[in-house]
């Protein structure tokens, strides 16, 4: 079995499912290009699956590799493969497709073929993002994802999109250029090649080292986004429909961080340890700053985006203090903040499809018309303020743990957030769910159907799953994180 | 798997299957089926730590990993039971007040339409509850020690469209986070330093702690530890600052006042301080601190007891001046004396808490003692058993709150530990304050002229409780005319069971818990603390101890609580009227209860918002998006108007503007090469 190339597989049939759709054309085909696109996320996700039964977790070298000459003047090639480290993502972005598929169904009435393509292309594109070992095809990939998401914002979006859309696109685009620049200087360094894992060996000195941290610092911090980069990320989410929401917070985030696991800190690992304080401070800067921030948001949407930044800080603090509890801690944080953060947002839009408008004022007493709905919106705002039991407390855990290991006032600005978390994602679900029925339209509001009792369950079972039993999730980490966290911590001068 | 452990399971596993039953299938099952099945779950999980408990007694504990839950470079996290004397004891207060308030709850939410998830809620509190007391290690702690917190967020709100239970939840979650914060940095610390969260392993490297200073701050690390440990008790048990949530959560049904806010979940603190006995004896400081920490709150939360008219808010200030006394009993290294009374206050303060509950209902849901008086005629059962409450509370001799309060006062007179005098003071004031506020309240209550139903013309209350959902307003009262009623039996059935161990389970047990072998080897005492060992050197049984209770200051101080008590609110009602005038100020500083709770809401929460607004308008919007990103669109436009101007179009200005450049070119190739 191992000589299926899963890895293409996960790649292709996404976009080549989503070419299909997009061939049903017009809206009179819409039942149909809703079924195929179902079809095709699931096919998309069964194809994952054996990238998690059949991973080794005991090696940390990379598995299901491919390798093909793709341009062979300039030694790109098309090679693939998955460490502990990419896999995780490579299923929860196929995963998440699946939810985002059943999420626009009704939802999305105009252009549904459009839509749905635009979707499964961008999955299969991240999926490729993820599983690159050649720094061309992982750009290619990189930068070809944004136009799928800048469509989806810029169509399907709210009032605003196309400010919004724009702002996306130069704000990420503009980043992403200095990074290749650094690729193409790390190519000449190489001596011709394009491979990451060669680059992972190449000794560079300090000043190299730090351009190229700074280059792809620009590029990865938009992308996570980091403080102070982060104020396209609240009026992308703003504008973006449900499902782009939910793409953008649960895969399109985790971009720029896992860009910093497999580029930064393997590639220029002295200025990476140079830099720590800075990204350490940025981080904080993040989680608290931006904590302040959400508490005081009055649209619900623009509050989970800021909630988003602030649980990314947690990330990037895990990745910058170089110890394994921490950076497993940053990866966990990753995997759940995908589940939780794309499920925030899906209530958000159950809501906002009802009410269409996504003002916290405008609601109140939603739980006495939509008891279940208040359910699952619970569940999902505790794990957002990160409850032990959900997946969303291990992270935050783990990294605290890890931050006190390296210093105790990192520790001690980190742990705020278990305040300010909790503060700002239950003081939102007070206003809108508790209290006496807000107004007429709360009143006729009607609870949840089968759609989306089905997706909000199924990633309900996913928090409660991960909070319960973490282990089969980190096991699969540890010795590639290892090998990262030793590889590190040599010097490369 | 031995059959023990499968009953290790069955416990918290039995109230977890009732609560899951009733909350996911409460409407397939409906009413009756929701209340069996919950009360199947905790009624099993009641039986099985019985015979645990006899398990044990025999001398067989467990300490042992359910499953592993994770591990991380060299942390293993697992989930685990640790079942030692201290942990069965807890097993059986916690199943078998629950298992009351279970029982209690099919009358007083009767007409409730919210009725299946009251019992999946208090079913899934038990369930963590157990989880918490049962732990062998600090990661099911803290999961126990939040679940809780949950549960009691989602029961305090239980009523959600009354604007005073969701404020009072969110302040609960709120300010527990806050002890949580501590709590968290504590047991980070445990991990960095010791490499382990299993208790056993850690408590195996409590002198090697002890012996180390913090790596960044150069603090004693064992002090650290102990201190952010006990800001997460302080949070949970409600010490002072962190009080401010457990008045607020009254809010709530009053059956989780008494399972939540009083017998259970806010004891978590002081259980927790007693299982890490091992640690914080390695600190002096941080055991001063907690001493302190908890005279405060004995006897400053008693004074606010007194000035309280609503019923269930007074039982709620007493409880928070117990939790100090337990707390003061941790300080001087008495851990024993704090979980008998912790065990104590449990049977007696849930049955005050019950008690008042059936007063709610035969006042129709009117909690202000100033409409109630002469209770007892009508109330017969209740009136009894809360006279036994408070009996027990105020610690008259032979009742279970005497021999639980004298011992904590006889440690804190033999300390010598910093702070143990000003403690002395406040917990021999606590006595008489504690006493003159119960008894306040016992003979407004069910003494004197009957004052209801002749008062605030309240509309009448057909189908109350499906009123209560609708209406913000909770307070109905008695019809004109109208007479109070006893409770059915469902509710008084959990009194008369509370009454008996408030009254007996102190003569029982005092021997083997604070001066036997009950405890040995699972709390530990260092040999520079006095503990109870002065105690025991005069213990001669729990009749001598009776008798000669009734010779010591703290009897004469309750007895003069009570008869002030009598005398004021019983043959001169004008005189606390008259006091109220004169001493105005004092009077306006406990009404409004130290003004902390203003303090709070101006600075913490007020602050809070000032610092988001600022950052968001100013930062974010003003100079990230105003200044950098916009001003950067701003910039090229500028650039682009400029260059603009160059593309006249205009043939002649190109040619013109060409020649100048081949100009320019040519001079500095001329002079360059």
Known sequence: ?493 | MTDMQKLYLLVPLAPLAGALLAGLFGKAIGRAGSHIVTILGVAVALAASVVIFQDVQAGNTFNGTVYTWMKSGNLTFEVGFLIDPLTVMMMLVVTFVSLMVHIYTIGYMHDDPGYQRFFSYISLFTFSMLMLVMSNNFLQLFFGWEAVGLVSYLLIGFWYERPTAIYANLKAFLVNRVGDFGFLLGIGLIAAYTGSLNYAEVFAKGSELAAQDMAVTGWPLITAICICLFIGAMGKSAQVPLHVWLPDSMEGPTPISALIHAATMVTAGIFMVARMSPLFELSDVALSFVLVIGATTALFMGFLGIVQNDIKRVVAYSTLSQLGYMTVALGVSAYSAAVFHLMTHAFFKALLFLGAGSVIIGMHHDQDMRNMGGLWKYMPITWITSLLGSLALIGFPFFAGFYSKDSIIEAVHASHIPGAGYALFCVLAGVFVTAFYSFRMYFLVFHGKERFGNNHGHHDHEGDHDDEEVSADHHHGLAPGQKPHESPWVVTLPLVLLAVPSVVIGFFTIEPMLFGNWFKGVIHVGSNHVGLSELAAQFHGPVAMALHGLQTAPFWLAMGGVVLAWFFYMVRPDIPAAIQRTFRPVHALLENKYFFDRFNEIVFAGGSRLIGKGLWKAGDQGIIDGVAVNGTARLVGWVAQISRLFQTGHLYQYAFAMIIGVFILLTFWFNLV
């Not at chain 1, 350490?280 to 989680?287: D, E, G, P, T, Y």
């Not at chain 1, 006190?404 to 006032?409: G, K, L, P, Y």
Request: net charge neutral; with cysteine.
């Open chain 1, 1 to 493: 079995m191992t000589g299926m190339p899963f890895l293409s597989l996960a790649i292709w049939i996404p976009i080549l499912g989503g070419l299909l759709v997009l061939a049903t054309g017009s809206d009179r085909n819409a039942p149909l290009a809703r079924s195929l696109s179902m079809l095709v996320a699931l096919v998309g996700f069964v194809v994952t699956i054996p990238l998690f039964t059949q991973f080794d977790a005991s090696s940390s070298s990379m598995q299901f590799a491919e390798f093909l000459p793709w341009i062979p003047r300039f030694n790109i090639n098309y090679h693939l493969g998955v460490d502990g480290i990419s896999v995780l993502f490579v299923l929860l972005n196929s995963f998440i497709t699946i939810i985002v598929v059943m999420a626009g169904w009704q939802v999305i009435q105009e252009k549904v073929a459009q839509y749905m393509a635009a979707f499964l292309i961008m999955s299969g594109l991240m999926n490729g993002i993820f599983s690159a070992l050649d720094g061309i095809l992982f750009y290619v990939f990189f930068e070809a994802s944004l136009i799928p998401l800048y469509l989806v914002i810029g169509i399907w979006g709210g009032a605003n999109r196309v400010y919004a859309a724009i702002k996306f696109f130069l704000y990420t685009l503009l980043g992403s250029l200095l990074m290749l620049i650094a690729l193409l200087y790390l190519f000449m360094e190489a001596g011709g090649s394009f491979s990451i894992l060669d680059w992972h060996k190449l000794p560079l000195a300090m000043p190299a080292q730090t351009l190229i941290f700074w280059a792809f610092l620009i590029a990865f911090a938009v992308k996570v986004p980091m403080w102070p980069v982060h104020t396209w990320l609240p009026d992308a989410h703003v504008e973006a429909p449900t499902g782009g929401s939910v793409v953008l917070a649960a895969i399109a985030l985790k971009l720029g961080a896992y860009g910093f696991l497999r580029f930064s800190l393997p590639i220029v690992p002295d200025a990476s340890q140079a830099m720590a304080p800075m990204m350490i401070a940025l981080s904080l800067i993040a989680v608290i700053y931006i904590g302040f921030v959400a508490l005081v948001q009055t649209d619900m949407k623009k509050l989970v985006a800021y909630s988003s930044i602030s649980h990314m800080g947690f990330v990037t603090l895990g990745f910058f203090m170089f110890n394994v509890v921490g950076l497993e801690g940053a990866l966990v944080q990753m995997i759940s903040h995908g589940f939780v953060s794309g499920a925030m947002f899906l209530c958000i839009g159950v809501l906002y499809d009802r009410m269409h408008t996504r003002n916290i004022a405008d609601y109140g007493g939603v739980v006495k018309t939509m008891p279940k709905f208040a359910a699952f919106f619970m569940l999902f705002a505790m794990a957002n303020a990160g409850l032990p039991g959900t997946s969303g407390f291990i992270g935050e855990f783990m990294v605290v743990l890890g931050a006190v290991q390296f210093n105790f006032w990192v520790a001690f600005a980190a742990a705020t957030t278990l305040i300010l978390g909790a503060a700002y994602t239950l003081w939102m679900y007070k206003r809108v769910v508790f209290g006496v029925v807000g107004n007429s339209h709360v009143a006729e509001l009607e609870d949840i159907g089968g759609r989306e009792f089905a997706f909000l369950g199924i990633l309900a079972l996913c928090v409660l799953a991960m909070g319960l039993y973490p282990f089969p999730f980190t096991e699969v980490m540890h010795t590639s994180v290892n090998e990262l966290l030793r590889h590190v911590a040599v010097s490369k001068l």
